[in-house]
């Protein structure tokens, strides 16, 4: 009864108590909606269950390959983001003996400050923000990828889109910005795919080990039902939450060292020592050049003997470098990405084709 007071207060008193930064709201489709115009289909559906089971093998060291996460950093034309499917697909067939190649797929991009949030966010680039359009677009590209036999990896970082989405999704990521975010643990929980939670931007592992401890726990928290209506959700936990290594505070943590010493934390913490990776970010000192340096060093401490180092992050796209967004999209150059510089496809093949045949020769004469 307490509302309708209210309302009748705020009414008599010629202002208003809530919504005051609100400009307006806009209708967004639900998750059934989107999902009807672009429902999922058996050949796309058997491919990410067939990721999942792959993906889940590999972390529990039932399957000895490497996980290869590869992609764009933010996909924002998904002709380019086909074409560079082909490409690897056609190299997955070639490497698969030793290395799963798993495509990455980020539509969601988070900003220290302000800039493009991503293709959900602003799928036209023009801050006409159509996220009913993006999501559409989102989900039917993931649809294309699927189909192709493609394992999915994305970033984890609106709560809501999951729902969305989530069904096409074969590994998770929560990024370092939001390792330590309560809503993002949580919602890690309800994932029905793994996920690898980063260390911090300051390099630091206990934000992000708290947070794979935290996933694997049953949670409470609100969401939304498949009918957009709000409900209380309850997780299971998600026992294939990991590691992702980053880099960060101005420093790598890829090498040999700093491996052991994440080994070392996550043995304290009662958890499995299984690591992923990430060749970018702090990792590669914000240069896109060293991936396949970070990439090489990774291959080398496998090579000699190292047993939780289980995937790696490479962000990569058809051509390397980044370009700003110009106000004439049709300047846009094909296939370069609009955020963080990325390596070429051709670096991208080189690194992964050298990378396989030293882990073939390892496996074949031991």
């Known amino acids: 009864m307490k509302a309708p007071e209210l309302n009748s207060a705020k009414l008599s008193a010629g202002f208003s108590l ?67 499917a082909e490409k690897l697909l056609k190299l997955s067939e070639h490497v698969s003996e030793t290395i799963y190649l798993v495509m990455r797929v980020y539509f969601e991009k988070p900003r220290t400050v302000t800039g493009w949030k991503g293709f959900i966010n602003d799928p036209d680039m023009d801050n006409s923000f159509n996220m009913s359009k993006g999501m559409l677009q989102a989900r039917k590209l993931l649809l294309q990828l699927s189909e192709m036999g493609l394992p999915l990896a994305t970033e984890a970082l609106d709560p809501f889109s999951p729902q969305y989405i989530g069904e096409l999704i074969s590994w998770y990521a929560i990024g370092a910005r939001t390792t330590e975010s309560q809503t993002h643990r949580e919602m890690a929980s309800g994932l029905s795919a793994p996920v690898g939670f980063k260390n911090g931007t300051d390099g630091f592992l206990e934000s992000s080990i708290n947070a794979v401890k935290a996933s694997r726990q049953s949670h409470y928290f609100l969401g939304i039902y498949e009918d957009g209506r709000s409900c209380i959700c309850k997780t299971r936990g998600n026992k294939y939450s990991h590691l992702v290594l980053r880099g960060g505070g101005g420093r790598p943590n890829f090498d040999t060292v700093s491996v052991m010493l994440a080994e070392k934390a996550l043995e304290e913490a009662g958890l499995e020592k299984r690591i992923v990776i990430d060749c970018s970010h702090g990792n590669s000192m914000k240069d896109f050049h060293l991936q396949p340096f970070v990439l090489r ?52 093949e080189h690194a992964l084709r050298k990378a396989h045949r030293k882990l073939l020769d390892k496996k074949l004469n031991g």
């Not at 059934?32 to 672009?38: L, S, T």
């Open 18 to 84: 809530e919504d005051i930064n609100i400009e307006g709201f806009s209708p967004m489709p639900s998750p059934a909606q989107i999902k009807a115009e672009a429902p999922l289909t058996e050949k796309a559906a058997q491919s990410v269950a067939n990721g999942r089971k792959t993906i889940k093998s590999i972390i529990k060291g039932e399957d000895s390959r490497l996980m290869v996460i590869t992609g764009p950093r933010s996909i924002h034309d998904p002709k380019a983001a086909l074409e560079y």
């Open 297 to 348: 060093d990774c291959i080398t401490q496998l090579l000699n003997g190292n047993k939780s180092i289980f995937g790696v992050m490479l962000e990569s796209n058809l051509y390397e470098g980044n370009q700003s967004i110009p106000r004439d999209l049709s300047q846009l150059k094909y296939g370069v990405s609009v955020t963080d510089s990325c390596i070429s496809w051709e670096t991208t």
